[in-house]
C-alpha cells in the first residue's frame, strides 16, 4: 500500500516534471521564433523608411546624399538591399508563423515600381505590413508569457516579461520615428496627428523604459543601459520639438537640419533597441533550457528516488520481517510463557530495531527477575539460605522487601539451625572428650548392625577401661584426670582406623566401635594397638603418667542388638581386669556359658550357706602316720548336696566361693562342723588322739574374721586347740604374705596348727618356706602321682622339713610302692586312697572301729580293696 502510494506520487512529479521539460523547450523554441518575427518586423520598417525617405527626400527636392548628410545616416537610393533583407527575414519565419505572405509584399513592391501608387498608399499599405507583424509578435509574446506562468518559474516569466517590454519598446520607438518624420517631411495636415501620435507613444515608451532599465534579467537590462545615451538625445529632441514648435511645419534649412539630426538620433536608437529582442529571447531560451534540465535532472531524482524508494520499500518490509516481526514473535512467545509460569527461559536476542532491544532487554530483565524470585521463593520455602539465589539482588520496591524480610528470617533459621547443631552435638558428644556420647554410641551401634546382619561381616565392639584410674583421680586431682582423659581420647582416636567409632562411655570407659573387620584376630590386634598407645606415658605439668587400659572384644552375631553386644563386651572386659592390668580379653560363648554357671552356682551357694548350709555335708579322710600307721587326722572335705542336682565336688564350687567373702562363710560353716564331729566322735576311745584338718582358703585367711571364726568353733566344740590342723595353701601364704602371717601366727598362739597345702604348686621356692611359721608341709597329690620320678625333688622336701622342724605329709597315695618310696624318704605322714578315701562320718567311724578291732594301728584298712 505505501509502495503505490510512493510509486503514484512519485509518477506523477516525474510526469510533472517532463512535462515542464517539454513546455521549456517549447518556450525555448517559441522565443527564438518570436526573434525572427521581430527582426522581420525591423526589416518591414527599415525598407518602408528606406522608401518613404528617398520618396519624402524628393518631395522636398533634396538628394539621397543630402538627406544623409542631414540625418546623419546613409540614405541608399536603391531598395534592393533592404527588399532582400526583408525577404531573408520572411523566409525565416515558418509559413505557418508568418504575419502576411510574400505575395503582399511583391505586389507593394511592383505597385512602388510602377509608380502607380501614391506615396501616401504605399506608407499605408507599410503600415499594415508593420501591424501585422506587431500584431503576430503581441500574441508570440502573449503565447510565451502564458506558458512561463504555466511553467511557474518567476525568473523565466521576468525573462519573457523583458522580451515583451524589449519587442515593444524597439515598436515604440519606430513610431515615435514614424510619426518624427511625418512631421519633418509632410507637415501641413499631418502635424496634429502626427503630435499626438508622439505624445501618447511617448508616455508608453517611458513606462516601459522604467520597466526595462530595472530588468533583472542581467543581459537585456546592460544592452538597455548601453543604448540610453542615444535614447536620451532622441528623447530631448522630441521634447525640444513637441515643447517649442508644436503646430509648425519646419520650413526653413536649419530647422531641417535639426529635425534631421533628431530623426538620425532616433534611428540610430531604432536600431539599437531592434538588437534588443534577440537579446531577450536568448535570456528566455537559456532560462527555459535552464529550467528545463532543473525539471529534467528534478524527473531523474524522483526516478532515481521512486525506484530507491521501491527498492527501499522492499528491504524495509524484508527488513521489517526479519527484525521487527520475528523478534516481536519470540518475545510474544516468551510472554505467553512467562505468563504459564516457566520461568526457564533462554534470555532473548538483542538484536533489530533500537524499540525491540529495548524491550526484549526489558523482557529479559523481567524474566530474569522473575526467576530469581522464583529461586528466592523456593530457598525460602526450603529454608535453604545458602543458595546463590538468596544473595542475588532482586531490583525493584519487592527485591528490596524480600531480601529484608529474607534477611531477617534467614538469620533467625539460621541461628535455630546452629542452635540446634549445638544442642544435638551436645546430646550426642562428650563434653570433655568430644567423643561420641553413649546414646550416639548405642545408635551408631544399631545402625552398623542393621548394614551387618545384611552384608554378613560382623561388627568388633570392644569394651575399654582404664585401670586404676579411680586411683589417679584422687592422686592427681580432678582436673589432671580430665587431661588425661582428653589425651586417651585423642590416642584411641589416632589408634583407630578410618571410619571406627571411638565414643565416651562412662567415667573412664570407652567404646570401639570397628565394621569390616577380618575377624577376631584383627579386632583383637586393633584393640591391642589402642591399647599400647594409650599405655605411653603422658606427661602433664612436667609430670609424668602411666594410664593402661584392658579391653574386651566381641565380634558380633547376627542375632545380637546393640544392648546385648555391649553387655557381651562389658562381660570381656570384666574378666580382661581379673586376668591381667593391659589385657585383652576376647569374648566366647562356652566362656560365658561358664561364667553364667559360675555366677548362678555363686548365688545358690549364698543362698544355702545364708540359710545355714543344710545342704552342706563333710566326709573325712584319714591321714595315718607313715611308720606307725596310726590315724593322726582327719581332713574334712565339703560336699554339697544340691537339689536336683546331686553331691556336688568341692572343685566345683570352692573356687567360686573364693571370688567373694562367701568362702568364709563356707570355712566358717566346715570349721564348725568339723569341730563338732570331733567333739561327737570324742566319745569313741579310736577317736581320742586323732585331730580333724580344716581347709582354710587363703581369701579368708586374711580376712579380720579369721582367727574369731577359729575361736568361735573351738569354743562351740570344746575341741582342744592342738587338735585342729588348719590346711592353708602355700599360693594363700606367700600371696599376702604379711597380713597372712599375722593370722597364721595369731591362730598359732591358740595352739592350733597349720599345714601347708598343695605344697610345691606355688611356685614359691623352699627358701620362702623358711620364713613360714607352720606345723606341716603337705607334698601335692601331683608329685605323689610321679613318684618315684620326682624321687628327688620330693627328697628336697623332706629335708627342709627335717631342717625346720615340721612334719610331712604326703597326700594322694595311691600305691604301696608310692608309700613305700615316701617311708624310705622320711615322710613322717600318709593320706590317699591307697589308705582310705574320704568318707561320710558313718562310714568312718566304722571304718576306725574295724581296724580297732583288727587291732591295726596302721596299714591298709579293709575297704581300701578299690583302689
Ligand atoms: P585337698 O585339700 O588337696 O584335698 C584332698 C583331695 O584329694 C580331696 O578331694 C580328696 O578326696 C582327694 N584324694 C584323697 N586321696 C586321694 C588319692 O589317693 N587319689 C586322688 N586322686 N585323690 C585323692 P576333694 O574332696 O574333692 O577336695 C578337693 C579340694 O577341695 C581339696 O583339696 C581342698 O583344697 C578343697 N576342699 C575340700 N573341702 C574343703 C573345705 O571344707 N574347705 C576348703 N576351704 N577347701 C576344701
Ligand atoms: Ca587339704
Ligand atoms: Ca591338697
Same mark, same amino acid.
Given at each position: 500500500?505505501?509502495?503505490?502510494?510512493?510509486?503514484?506520487?512519485?509518477?506523477?512529479?516525474?510526469?510533472?516534471?517532463?512535462?515542464?521539460?517539454?513546455?521549456?523547450?517549447?518556450?525555448?523554441?517559441?522565443?527564438?521564433?518570436?526573434?525572427?518575427?521581430?527582426?522581420?518586423?525591423?526589416?518591414?520598417?527599415?525598407?518602408?523608411?528606406?522608401?518613404?525617405?528617398?520618396?519624402?527626400?524628393?518631395?522636398?527636392?533634396?538628394?539621397?546624399?543630402?538627406?544623409?548628410?542631414?540625418?546623419?545616416?546613409?540614405?541608399?537610393?536603391?531598395?534592393?538591399?533592404?527588399?532582400?533583407?526583408?525577404?531573408?527575414?520572411?523566409?525565416?519565419?515558418?509559413?505557418?508563423?508568418?504575419?502576411?505572405?510574400?505575395?503582399?509584399?511583391?505586389?507593394?513592391?511592383?505597385?512602388?515600381?510602377?509608380?502607380?501608387?501614391?506615396?501616401?498608399?504605399?506608407?499605408?499599405?507599410?503600415?499594415?505590413?508593420?501591424?501585422?507583424?506587431?500584431?503576430?509578435?503581441?500574441?508570440?509574446?502573449?503565447?510565451?508569457?502564458?506558458?512561463?506562468?504555466?511553467?511557474?518559474?518567476?525568473?523565466?516569466?521576468?525573462?519573457?516579461?523583458?522580451?515583451?517590454?524589449?519587442?515593444?519598446?524597439?515598436?515604440?520607438?519606430?513610431?515615435?520615428?514614424?510619426?518624427?518624420?511625418?512631421?519633418?517631411?509632410?507637415?501641413?495636415?499631418?502635424?496634429?496627428?502626427?503630435?499626438?501620435?508622439?505624445?501618447?507613444?511617448?508616455?508608453?515608451?517611458?513606462?516601459?523604459?522604467?520597466?526595462?532599465?530595472?530588468?533583472?534579467?542581467?543581459?537585456?537590462?546592460?544592452?538597455?543601459?548601453?543604448?540610453?545615451?542615444?535614447?536620451?538625445?532622441?528623447?530631448?529632441?522630441?521634447?525640444?520639438?513637441?515643447?517649442?514648435?508644436?503646430?509648425?511645419?519646419?520650413?526653413?534649412?536649419?530647422?531641417?537640419?535639426?529635425?534631421?539630426?533628431?530623426?538620425?538620433?532616433?534611428?540610430?536608437?531604432?536600431?539599437?533597441?531592434?538588437?534588443?529582442?534577440?537579446?531577450?529571447?536568448?535570456?528566455?531560451?537559456?532560462?527555459?533550457?535552464?529550467?528545463?534540465?532543473? +525539471?529534467? @535532472?528534478? /524527473?531523474?531524482? &524522483?526516478?532515481? !528516488?521512486?525506484? #530507491?524508494?521501491?527498492?527501499?520499500? =522492499?528491504?524495509? *518490509? $524484508?527488513?521489517?520481517?526479519?527484525?521487527?516481526?520475528?523478534?516481536?514473535?519470540?518475545?510474544?512467545?516468551?510472554?505467553?510463557?512467562?505468563?504459564?509460569?516457566?520461568?526457564?527461559?533462554?534470555?532473548?536476542?538483542?538484536?533489530?530495531?533500537?524499540?525491540?532491544?529495548?524491550?526484549?532487554?526489558?523482557?529479559?530483565?523481567?524474566?530474569?527477575?522473575?526467576?530469581?524470585?522464583?529461586?528466592?521463593?523456593? +530457598?525460602? @520455602?526450603? /529454608?535453604?539460605? &545458602?543458595?546463590? !539465589?538468596?544473595? #542475588?539482588?532482586?531490583?525493584?520496591? =519487592?527485591?528490596? *522487601? $524480600?531480601?529484608?524480610?529474607?534477611?531477617?528470617?534467614?538469620?533467625?533459621?539460621?541461628?535455630?539451625?546452629?542452635?540446634?547443631?549445638?544442642?544435638?552435638?551436645?546430646?550426642?558428644?562428650?563434653?570433655?572428650?568430644?567423643?561420641?556420647?553413649?546414646?550416639?554410641?548405642?545408635?551408631?551401634?544399631?545402625?552398623?548392625?542393621?548394614?551387618?546382619?545384611?552384608?554378613?561381616?560382623?561388627?568388633?565392639?570392644?569394651?575399654?577401661?582404664?585401670?586404676?584410674?579411680?586411683?589417679?583421680?584422687?592422686?592427681?586431682?580432678?582436673?589432671?584426670?580430665?587431661?588425661?582423659?582428653?589425651?586417651?581420647?585423642?590416642?584411641?582416636?589416632?589408634?583407630?582406623?578410618?571410619?571406627?567409632?571411638?565414643?565416651?562411655?562412662?567415667?573412664?570407659?570407652?567404646?570401639?566401635?570397628?565394621?569390616?573387620?577380618?575377624?577376631?584376630?584383627?579386632?583383637?590386634?586393633?584393640?591391642?594397638?589402642?591399647?599400647?598407645?594409650?599405655?605411653?606415658?603422658?606427661?602433664?605439668?612436667?609430670?609424668?603418667?602411666?594410664?593402661?587400659?584392658?579391653?574386651?572384644?566381641?565380634?558380633?552375631?547376627?542375632?545380637?542388638?546393640?544392648?546385648?553386644?555391649?553387655?557381651?563386651?562389658?562381660?570381656?572386659?570384666?574378666?580382661?581386669?581379673?586376668?591381667?592390668?593391659?589385657?585383652?580379653?576376647?569374648?566366647?560363648?562356652?566362656?560365658?556359658?561358664?561364667?553364667?554357671?559360675?555366677?548362678?552356682?555363686?548365688?545358690?551357694?549364698?543362698?544355702?550357706?545364708?540359710?545355714?548350709?543344710?545342704?552342706?555335708?563333710?566326709?573325712?579322710?584319714?591321714?595315718?602316720?607313715?611308720?606307725?600307721?596310726?590315724?593322726?587326722?582327719?581332713?574334712?572335705?565339703?560336699?554339697?548336696?544340691?537339689?536336683?542336682?546331686?553331691?556336688?565336688?568341692?572343685?566345683?564350687?570352692?573356687?567360686?566361693?573364693?571370688?567373694?567373702?562367701?568362702?568364709?562363710?563356707?570355712?566358717?560353716?566346715?570349721?564348725?562342723?568339723?569341730?563338732?564331729?570331733?567333739?561327737?566322735?570324742?566319745?569313741?576311745?579310736?577317736?581320742?588322739?586323732?585331730?580333724?584338718?580344716?581347709?582354710?582358703?587363703?581369701?579368708?585367711?586374711?580376712?579380720?574374721?579369721?582367727?574369731?571364726?577359729?575361736?568361735?568353733?573351738?569354743?562351740?566344740?570344746?575341741?582342744?586347740?592342738?587338735?585342729?590342723?588348719?590346711?592353708?595353701?602355700?599360693?594363700?601364704?606367700?600371696?599376702?604374705?604379711?597380713?597372712?602371717?599375722?593370722?597364721?601366727?595369731?591362730?598359732?598362739?591358740?595352739?592350733?596348727?597349720?599345714?601347708?597345702?598343695?605344697?610345691?604348686?606355688?611356685?614359691?621356692?623352699?627358701?620362702?618356706?623358711?620364713?613360714?611359721?607352720?606345723?606341716?608341709?603337705?607334698?601335692?597329690?601331683?608329685?605323689?602321682?610321679?613318684?618315684?620320678?620326682?624321687?628327688?625333688?620330693?627328697?628336697?622336701?623332706?629335708?627342709?622339713?627335717?631342717?625346720?622342724?615340721?612334719?610331712?605329709?604326703?597326700?594322694?597315695?595311691?600305691?604301696?610302692?608310692?608309700?613305700?618310696?615316701?617311708?624310705?624318704?622320711?615322710?613322717?605322714?600318709?593320706?590317699?586312697?591307697?589308705?582310705?578315701?574320704?568318707?561320710?562320718?558313718?562310714?568312718?567311724?566304722?571304718?576306725?572301729?574295724?581296724?580297732?578291732?583288727?587291732?591295726?594301728?596302721?596299714?591298709?584298712?579293709?575297704?581300701?580293696?578299690?583302689?
Amino acid at each position: 500500500m505505501p509502495l503505490l502510494l510512493v510509486t503514484a506520487v512519485v509518477s506523477r512529479l516525474v510526469t510533472d516534471r517532463q512535462d515542464i521539460v517539454h513546455a521549456t523547450t517549447a518556450l525555448a523554441d517559441q522565443a527564438m521564433a518570436l526573434t525572427d518575427l521581430a527582426v522581420l518586423r525591423t526589416r518591414v520598417f527599415e525598407e518602408r523608411r528606406q522608401y518613404e525617405t528617398v520618396a519624402q527626400s524628393a518631395s522636398l527636392g533634396l538628394s539621397p546624399d543630402a538627406v544623409s548628410s542631414l540625418i546623419g545616416m546613409e540614405v541608399v537610393a536603391d531598395p534592393g538591399p533592404a527588399r532582400a533583407a526583408t525577404d531573408a527575414a520572411l523566409a525565416a519565419v515558418p509559413p505557418a508563423d508568418r504575419p502576411f505572405p510574400p505575395g503582399v509584399l511583391r505586389s507593394l513592391r511592383a505597385d512602388i515600381d510602377a509608380s502607380s501608387v501614391s506615396l501616401e498608399d504605399v506608407s499605408t499599405r507599410f503600415s499594415a505590413l508593420e501591424s501585422g507583424t506587431v500584431a503576430s509578435l503581441d500574441g508570440a509574446i502573449s503565447a510565451l508569457s502564458d506558458r512561463a506562468v504555466e511553467i511557474g518559474d518567476v525568473r523565466l516569466e521576468r525573462a519573457v516579461d523583458a522580451m515583451a517590454d524589449s519587442v515593444a519598446v524597439a515598436s515604440q520607438r519606430g513610431h515615435q520615428i514614424q510619426s518624427l518624420a511625418a512631421l519633418w517631411f509632410l507637415g501641413g495636415d499631418s502635424i496634429v496627428p502626427a503630435m499626438a501620435d508622439l505624445a501618447q507613444t511617448a508616455e508608453l515608451y517611458r513606462r516601459t523604459a522604467t520597466r526595462l532599465s530595472s530588468s533583472s534579467v542581467v543581459p537585456v537590462a546592460e544592452a538597455w543601459r548601453t543604448n540610453q545615451a542615444t535614447g536620451a538625445d532622441f528623447d530631448a529632441a522630441i521634447a525640444v520639438e513637441l515643447g517649442g514648435r508644436l503646430g509648425e511645419a519646419p520650413r526653413d534649412p536649419a530647422d531641417l537640419r535639426a529635425l534631421g539630426r533628431v530623426l538620425g538620433s532616433g534611428l540610430r536608437h531604432y536600431e539599437q533597441l531592434s538588437a534588443l529582442p534577440e537579446i531577450a529571447a536568448t535570456a528566455v531560451s537559456d532560462r527555459a533550457v535552464a529550467r528545463g534540465d532543473e +525539471a529534467r @535532472a528534478q /524527473a531523474e531524482r &524522483a526516478t532515481a !528516488a521512486a525506484v #530507491a524508494s521501491v527498492v527501499f520499500a =522492499l528491504a524495509a *518490509a $524484508l527488513w521489517f520481517g526479519r527484525s521487527i516481526a520475528r523478534p516481536l514473535r519470540t518475545l510474544t512467545e516468551q510472554i505467553r510463557r512467562v505468563g504459564d509460569g516457566d520461568l526457564a527461559l533462554e534470555p532473548l536476542p538483542l538484536t533489530g530495531p533500537p524499540e525491540i532491544r529495548v524491550a526484549s532487554a526489558a523482557f529479559n530483565d523481567v524474566a530474569a527477575n522473575l526467576g530469581l524470585l522464583e529461586q528466592k521463593a523456593l +530457598a525460602l @520455602a526450603e /529454608a535453604d539460605f &545458602a543458595r546463590p !539465589a538468596v544473595d #542475588a539482588p532482586l531490583p525493584g520496591r =519487592l527485591g528490596d *522487601a $524480600l531480601s529484608a524480610s529474607m534477611h531477617v528470617l534467614s538469620s533467625s533459621i539460621l541461628e535455630r539451625q546452629q542452635l540446634q547443631e549445638r544442642l544435638q552435638h551436645q546430646a550426642t558428644h562428650d563434653a570433655l572428650t568430644g567423643l561420641a556420647n553413649r546414646r550416639s554410641a548405642i545408635e551408631t551401634l544399631t545402625a552398623a548392625l542393621a548394614r551387618s546382619s545384611r552384608s554378613g561381616d560382623p561388627i568388633a565392639l570392644s569394651f575399654l577401661d582404664l585401670d586404676d584410674f579411680k586411683a589417679t583421680n584422687d592422686s592427681s586431682g580432678h582436673s589432671v584426670g580430665d587431661q588425661l582423659l582428653q589425651v586417651v581420647a585423642e590416642r584411641m582416636v589416632a589408634a583407630a582406623r578410618q571410619g571406627d567409632l571411638v565414643a565416651r562411655f562412662g567415667g573412664d570407659e570407652f567404646v570401639l566401635i570397628a565394621e569390616r573387620v577380618g575377624g577376631a584376630a584383627d579386632a583383637m590386634a586393633l584393640v591391642r594397638r589402642v591399647l599400647d598407645s594409650i599405655s605411653l606415658p603422658i606427661t602433664l605439668d612436667g609430670r609424668q603418667h602411666h594410664i593402661r587400659a584392658s579391653a574386651g572384644v566381641v565380634l558380633s552375631q547376627p542375632s545380637d542388638d546393640a544392648m546385648t553386644l555391649l553387655a557381651k563386651a562389658d562381660q570381656a572386659v570384666y574378666r580382661s581386669k581379673r586376668r591381667a592390668p593391659s589385657a585383652v580379653e576376647l569374648y566366647d560363648e562356652t566362656l560365658q556359658q561358664a561364667l553364667r554357671h559360675h555366677s548362678e552356682v555363686e548365688a545358690a551357694l549364698k543362698a544355702m550357706l545364708a540359710a545355714g548350709g543344710q545342704e552342706l555335708e563333710l566326709e573325712y579322710q584319714p591321714i595315718l602316720d607313715a611308720t606307725t600307721g596310726e590315724v593322726q587326722s582327719l581332713e574334712a572335705l565339703v560336699r554339697w548336696n544340691r537339689p536336683g542336682e546331686g553331691q556336688i565336688r568341692p572343685d566345683r564350687f570352692i573356687p567360686i566361693a573364693e571370688e567373694s567373702d562367701l568362702i568364709s562363710e563356707l570355712d566358717r560353716w566346715v570349721l564348725q562342723a568339723a569341730t563338732r564331729q570331733l567333739a561327737a566322735w570324742s566319745v569313741h576311745h579310736e577317736f581320742r588322739r586323732v585331730s580333724v584338718s580344716v581347709n582354710i582358703s587363703g581369701r579368708h585367711v586374711t580376712d579380720p574374721s579369721f582367727v574369731e571364726n577359729v575361736l568361735s568353733a573351738l569354743a562351740q566344740s570344746s575341741v582342744d586347740a592342738h587338735r585342729l590342723v588348719l590346711e592353708i595353701t602355700e599360693t594363700a601364704l606367700v600371696s599376702d604374705f604379711p597380713s597372712a602371717a599375722a593370722q597364721i601366727d595369731a591362730v598359732r598362739a591358740l595352739g592350733v596348727q597349720v599345714a601347708v597345702d598343695d605344697f610345691g604348686t606355688g611356685h614359691t621356692g623352699l627358701a620362702h618356706v623358711r620364713t613360714m611359721t607352720v606345723d606341716e608341709i603337705k607334698i601335692d597329690q601331683t608329685f605323689t602321682a610321679e613318684l618315684p620320678e620326682v624321687t628327688e625333688l620330693v627328697r628336697l622336701v623332706m629335708d627342709l622339713g627335717r631342717h625346720l622342724g615340721v612334719r610331712t605329709v604326703a597326700e594322694g597315695v595311691e600305691t604301696a610302692e608310692q608309700a613305700e618310696v615316701l617311708r624310705a624318704l622320711g615322710c613322717g605322714l600318709l593320706q590317699g586312697y591307697l589308705f582310705c578315701p574320704a568318707l561320710p562320718p558313718k562310714a568312718l567311724l566304722h571304718w576306725m572301729q574295724g581296724r580297732s578291732l583288727a587291732g591295726l594301728p596302721s596299714g591298709p584298712p579293709a575297704v581300701t580293696t578299690r583302689g
